[in-house]
């Protein structure tokens, strides 16, 4: 347990913390569409480290989540061949919100209302240490990226668009 007192204590943080995994809380001032040049400006660190947990669906609308750097954009013809599906696109937020249980812009990967395949930008494994949404708007964790695939079990792909 940290010293100092919890920032904010959702269902993400309290996950990770079951899950033995290593994090701190990176809170910032949530500015609406801010995204993460936002969080990344206030934190001080390099808005590709920070990632964005998306929420998309398939051609069945079947729920996954995909994670990737705040200064790259996803493609979804890449990411459905590599996962077999037909096709991906975003979910609506009202849906995103129902699959997951967060409020868009505080979307976490880590306890979500229901379980979905998650499927990480390979280029962030490369990385020392990453800033994820740790279940509330305005409030990040750093972790390390391996992170994303021993607790989480995600799926690496090449999906990034610059």
């Given at each position: 347990?940290?010293?100092?007192?919890?920032?904010?204590e959702?269902?993400?943080?309290?996950?990770?913390?079951?899950a033995?995994?290593?994090?701190?809380?990176?809170?910032?001032?949530?500015?609406?569409?801010?995204?993460t040049?936002?969080?990344?400006?206030?934190?001080?660190?390099?808005?590709?480290?920070?990632?964005k947990?998306?929420?998309?669906?398939?051609e069945?609308?079947?729920?996954l989540?995909v994670l990737m750097?705040g200064?790259r954009?996803?493609?979804?013809?890449?990411?459905?061949?590599?996962?077999?599906?037909?096709?991906?696109?975003?979910?609506?937020?009202?849906v995103?919100?129902?699959h997951t249980?967060?409020q868009?812009?505080?979307?976490s990967?880590?306890?979500?209302?229901?379980?979905?395949?998650?499927?990480?930008?390979?280029?962030?494994?490369?990385?020392?240490?990453?800033?994820?949404?740790?279940?509330r708007?305005?409030?990040?964790v750093?972790?390390?990226?391996?992170?994303?695939?021993?607790?989480?079990?995600?799926?690496?792909v090449d999906?990034?668009?610059?």
């Amino acid at each position: 347990m940290s010293k100092h007192k919890n920032v904010s204590e959702t269902p993400a943080t309290q996950w990770l913390r079951k899950a033995g995994v290593r994090f701190e809380e990176r809170p910032y001032d949530y500015v609406n569409h801010g995204g993460t040049a936002e969080s990344a400006r206030q934190l001080g660190v390099d808005e590709h480290v920070v990632v964005k947990t998306l929420v998309m669906e398939d051609e069945d609308k079947r729920p996954l989540i995909v994670l990737m750097h705040g200064d790259r954009s996803v493609s979804t013809k890449a990411l459905a061949r590599q996962c077999g599906r037909k096709r991906i696109e975003p979910c609506k937020p009202e849906v995103a919100e129902r699959h997951t249980g967060y409020q868009v812009g505080g979307t976490s990967p880590f306890a979500t209302r229901k379980t979905m395949p998650v499927f990480v930008e390979r280029s962030i494994l490369d990385l020392e240490l990453v800033y994820i949404n740790g279940g509330r708007r305005g409030f990040l964790v750093s972790i390390a990226p391996a992170t994303l695939l021993t607790a989480i079990g995600a799926t690496p792909v090449d999906c990034a668009l610059e």
